[in-house]
């Protein structure tokens, strides 16, 4: 399934592009874990061939609409959630199968599905194989038994290096894990022994995610009464800079914000996205961008299921950002990268700013690109309305995110460094 590498994404000038990033959203879980605020879907056994169903006319609907010619070209293919092994063998196929009328995947560069631990089994993994997914994201989050009790997790602390077991068994070669931090301190759970136990199972890739508190979340309900508490900001920022660290010293590219990889491991996908790149994401809850709009589906399954049955459009809402909004959110999504944003681009009053960000340690001490540092990434959403401040009269436009923030489209529940999946809701 791997081929050439396709032309026309990544330029600018995106406007009537069709998109060749595809984002699918699979919302069961087993039960939902403690902080998680996502769109999820609680079945022990999903409902597969609804759920494939569904998302194939979501498809059709949209082609429809945006009057699509043929077949988009897809580049890359992620299937989020929910929890996407838990819908067993033959889904993905079947789901290729479905789509394949609206969404060639002869072209495809990545395709990435998302496992949790315990679901992740041997005859899974070769049935992923054989129907062409080469990338394995794992929600392993932390080896300690008791937080991931508190968590709500379903696997064992050894079952994450089962899963990896299975995946490079089944001949996957780029196997991403991940990684929570900022839990409550009274868990008990040692950051680096997790990342010791992370290292030594070599993922190509590790993603980490701070712990947040989102409204309606048992979590948050806990805070509230008193009965728990999380991390203050020093702590948070200690334990990110500790991972980054860290996870640098040993040889991975701290590529954005909350993504780390080996040389040439990094997520395409979500490149794409931080690119601004034109996405398209199905399922309830996900995200899409057609230059100049962006749409959002609504986040229940139930809902989603019943209005793409009666040929209606799932969507809950959709923007189209001003040129002041553009240029905020362009910013935004560029620091986010090791990339970040060409100097020459910058006004007088943004390069006196940067001086003063590298004094500060936020900014890398380089005349051809600002590109923030781990310090300066804990700051994200600040820098860029200050940097957006020097282009341009402040804008009404709110920045998206905490101090990051997989996934806008894409962010793991309660988190607020954390970004793997574009177009999506969430990884598990
Ligand atoms: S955190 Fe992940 S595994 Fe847990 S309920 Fe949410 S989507 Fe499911």
Redesign the pocket.
């Known amino acids: 399934m791997r081929a050439k590498h396709t032309t026309g994404v990544g330029d600018s000038g995106q406007e009537g592009l069709t998109p060749r990033h595809l984002y699918v959203h699979a919302p069961f ?1 087993a ?3 403690s ?2 605020d ?1 769109a ?1 879907q609680v079945a022990a056994e999903p409902p597969v061939a609804a759920w494939v169903d569904a998302v194939a006319n979501e498809l059709e609907l949209v082609a429809r609409a945006q009057g699509w010619d043929g077949s988009l070209r897809l580049v890359t293919l992620y299937l989020g ?3 996407p092994s838990l819908l067993g063998t033959g889904a993905v196929a079947r789901l290729l199968s479905r789509v394949a009328g609206h969404a060639d995947a002869g072209d495809l560069e990545e395709l990435t599905v998302e496992a ?1 631990p315990e679901s992740f089994t041997p005859e899974l993994a070769r049935d992923w194989r054989a129907s062409g997914v080469d990338r394995i994201s794992l ?1 392993v989050q932390t080896f300690h038994g008791p937080s991931l009790r508190w968590m ?2 379903l696997h064992e602390p050894g079952g994450a290096a089962r899963a990896v077991g299975t995946a490079r068994a089944a001949g996957f070669d780029n196997v991403g894990l991940d990684l929570i931090f900022g839990l409550p301190g009274r868990l008990g759970r040692d950051l680096h022994d997790d990342l010791d136990r992370i290292l030594a199972l070599e993922p190509e890739h590790v993603a980490v995610y701070g712990l947040s508190v989102e409204t309606g979340t048992p979590l948050a309900r806990w805070v509230a009464e008193g009965r728990e508490s999380v991390p203050d900001a020093e702590r948070y920022a200690d334990e990110y800079l500790a991972v980054a660290d860290r996870l640098a010293a040993e040889g991975y590219e701290h590529y954005e914000v909350s993504n780390f990889a080996r040389p040439g491991r990094e997520s395409r996908h979500n490149r794409a996205y931080w690119e601004g790149v034109p996405y398209l994401g199905l399922g309830n809850g996900a995200h899409s961008y057609l230059p100049p709009r962006r749409w959002w589906n609504h986040r229940g399954w139930q809902e989603y299921r019943t209005l793409v049955a009666r040929g209606e459009l799932p969507r809950a809402g959709h923007e189209e950002l001003d040129t002041a909004g553009a240029r905020l959110e362009r910013y935004w999504l560029a620091l986010r990268t090791r990339e970040g944003l060409p100097a020459r681009k910058l006004e007088d009053g943004g390069r006196a700013l940067v001086s003063r960000w590298v004094e500060q340690g936020w900014a890398a001490p380089d005349t051809e690109r600002l590109r923030l540092t781990p310090a300066g990434w804990l700051l994200l959403d600040r820098l860029a309305v200050e940097l957006d401040a020097t282009a341009a009269a402040p804008t009404t436009t709110a920045a998206r995110g905490g101090a990051g923030g997989e996934a806008g489209a894409g962010a ?2 309660g988190v607020v460094v954390g970004t793997e999946a574009a177009g999506g809701t ?3």
Request: aromatic share 10%.
């Open positions: 879980c039960r939902r874990c902080y998680c996502f999820v959630g929910g929890t949790n929600g709500g997790r793991d529940p969430g990884t598990a």
